[in-house]
């Protein structure tokens, strides 16, 4: 039987779930593939740390070209993380006719199409199913399942950390500061929390799935991003209140060859079906022009679901090699880049004010609406028991952005609103 060798760039917890399969799952693999797979070389930092399994000891290496310019192993599997070092370690395997796997969506979402048109010019590989979503499929789906289709919309929780965070948050009324610690110390948030609550990582994720969907050469700096760190317990208290869950969420639409792609809090219906996604899980909703809805669910995170991914994409990788089709399943963004224009995007929003409690101020805050052509679809006011102050929120109808950010200017100067606390996109409606 064939034997493949493997060098494992990294061997912290997705690269310990991977070492976990192939040891457990070597017989499913040599059914699939025809061949024994076989770990030759490990790259670490630190050959002293204490690690889960040590029976692999014996090939840790802290020397990247006994793995990189090796000629006795055909796959690197990069699960180290980073940008600039890991982006030069597949550099030289791909040069050295290597094929490569990555679990890596910061250095895809900033250097995927560099890094996928040199495994093209050397005719090899480059799978990276586990860089979004964990253990669920979806650019696989995107790019096998649904390749036929035209994708019109992409809408997914494709964060866990701020997934789980918004939950608690609104299944147990508690402050975003105090969700965030207990999110730390169980592990779904990392000590510096920057990167997935500020949506920078959920943003990352969206720039590889509009690859894949729409072969456009998108970059992060085509995405508007915001994070969670403003959503107040009563943001979530009146979205419920109006029927509605607050998710952050990645969106990429393309409408007339022109592409909207964003990351941001959303209120979405209680009904609609990521709405009921919670604590650390990811779900990504694709809308086909002939399939119609699908929606893709599953941890997002995590040892073993990561190491699915990356088993499979090495299961492909084999059989690539086995029929000798390897590197012609790159897939390179080949589609002009047209971003919608600010004052062409169209959609419904959220807003919420602290208003004077007064005979006539609700009547003056819908008088400007209806003078802004801005139609209202939900409206509920409270009194504030505190101060003589009343809150309100609205949901709008359909409005161009434009028209929205103009008459958010005209409520903060208007005399009997004394503040707007926030604003958010709504989302699922159609």
Request: charged fraction near 25%; include cysteine; glycine fraction near 8%.
């Amino acid at each position: 039987m064939e034997k493949i060798s493997v060098g494992l760039l990294g061997f912290g917890t997705v690269g310990t779930g991977v070492i976990h399969l192939l040891t457990n799952e070597q017989n499913k693999f040599q059914q699939q593939t025809g061949s024994k797979v076989e770990i030759q070389k490990i790259l670490v930092k630190d050959r002293e740390k204490n690690r889960k399994i040590n029976e692999y000891d014996h090939l840790l290496t802290l020397d990247p070209s006994e793995i990189l310019e090796n000629p006795e192993i055909d796959i690197v599997i990069e699960v180290m993380g980073g940008i600039q070092e890991a982006r030069q370690y597949i550099h030289t395997a791909l040069k050295n006719k290597k094929h490569v796997i990555t679990a890596n969506k910061d250095l895809m979402a900033i250097h995927g199409s560099e890094l996928l048109q040199a495994a093209s010019d050397q005719g090899c590989d480059l799978y990276y199913e586990a860089s979004v979503g964990g253990g669920i499929p979806i650019l696989r789906s995107l790019t096998d399942g649904l390749a036929a289709d035209r994708i019109k919309k992409i809408i997914g929780i494709v964060n866990g950390t701020t997934n789980y965070i918004l939950s608690k948050m609104s299944h147990q009324s508690v402050n975003y500061e105090k969700v965030l610690q207990e999110a730390q110390s169980l592990g779904f948030a990392e000590a510096d929390p920057t990167s997935d609550v500020e949506g920078l990582d959920a943003a990352r994720k969206m720039v590889i799935l509009s690859h894949l969907a729409y072969s456009i050469p998108v970059t992060l700096e085509d995405v508007v991003v915001e994070g969670i760190t403003r959503v107040a317990e009563e943001d979530i208290l009146y979205s419920k209140k109006l029927g509605y869950t607050i998710k952050l969420v990645g969106i990429a639409e393309v409408e007339d060859d022109e592409i909207d792609i964003r990351v941001g809090p959303t209120l979405l219906p209680t009904g609609h079906p990521l709405a009921s996604v919670d604590n650390e899980y990811n779900a990504i909703y694709v809308y086909g022009q002939s399939v119609g809805e699908t929606m893709f669910y599953g941890p997002g995170a995590g040892e073993l679901p990561t190491a699915i991914a990356i088993v499979s994409d090495l299961i492909s990788v084999v059989k690539n090699i086995k029929h000798g089709t390897s590197g012609h399943h790159i897939f390179l963004p080949n589609q002009e880049k047209k971003c919608k224009l600010v004052e062409d995007i169209e959609g419904q929003y959220f807003m919420r004010l602290h208003v004077k409690d007064q005979p006539g101020a609700l009547s003056k805050i819908t008088g400007l609406f209806n003078e802004q052509e801005i139609s209202l679809q939900k409206i509920i006011q409270e009194p504030l028991l505190s101060e003589k102050l009343a809150e309100v929120a609205i949901i709008t109808h359909t409005t161009k952005q434009h028209q929205f950010e103009q008459i958010y200017q005209l409520l903060k100067d208007l005399e009997v609103v004394r503040d707007v606390k926030s604003y958010y996109r709504v989302e699922g409606m159609n």
